[in-house]
């Protein structure tokens, strides 16, 4: 019975810790998007060259969320290999 309850507790808390880190990721790429992006905008009012930088932006905040969301998952992966 005491096994039933840690493990219910283990599962519990993997749950938690995936909503968590689902949660972290969108929270990264989100700011990272919107904040690229909307600087692109504002470079090319500011510059009237309208679709560049946006268009700069968007590639630049792909990449980056990419590196961000490799970081976060990277320790996740090292875990189940050993």
Do not use: C, H, W
């Amino acid at each position: 019975m005491e096994e039933n309850k840690n493990s219910n507790k283990k599962d519990l808390f993997e749950i938690a810790y995936a909503i968590g880190l689902i949660t972290k990721i969108g929270v990264v790429v989100s700011v990272i998007s919107v904040s690229f992006i909307y600087f692109g905008y504002y470079l090319d009012k500011q510059l009237d060259r309208y679709p560049i930088f946006v268009i700069t932006g968007a590639v630049i905040s792909f990449a980056l969320s990419m590196v961000a969301v490799y970081r976060l998952v990277l320790p996740i992966a090292n875990k189940d290999e050993k």
